[in-house]
């Protein structure tokens, strides 16, 4: 993780207690502080709802040469209006 102090933005989180004791406990283990910890779990769990929205495309080759058309069961698509 790349750190810029320039870039980050402070705020308030709510979160159990508990919670926050694993955290403080992981921050002690570490050697950081209790704030770098949040920061990398803010910045996972960001990338984890970019990657969930990403745009899948189905690209792809079959090994028989068979389209999906010719072995789907109901209709790839639907059909022109």
């Known amino acids: 993780m790349i750190e810029s102090r320039i870039m980050n933005r402070r705020t308030t989180v709510s979160a159990n207690p508990e919670d926050l ?3 403080e406990n992981e921050a002690r283990r570490r050697g ?3 704030s770098s910890v ?3 779990a803010v ?3 960001a990338i984890a709802i ?3 929205h990403r745009p899948r495309l189905g ?3 079959s090994t028989d040469g068979a389209s999906a ?3 789907a069961t109901e209709p790839v ?3 022109p209006r």
């Open 21 to 23: 004791a694993t955290l």
């Open 32 to 34: 950081s502080s209790l």
């Open 38 to 40: 949040l920061a990398e």
């Open 43 to 45: 910045e996972e769990k």
């Open 50 to 52: 970019k990657r969930a």
């Open 59 to 61: 690209l792809g080759r």
């Open 69 to 71: 058309a010719q072995t």
């Open 77 to 79: 698509a639907r059909p």
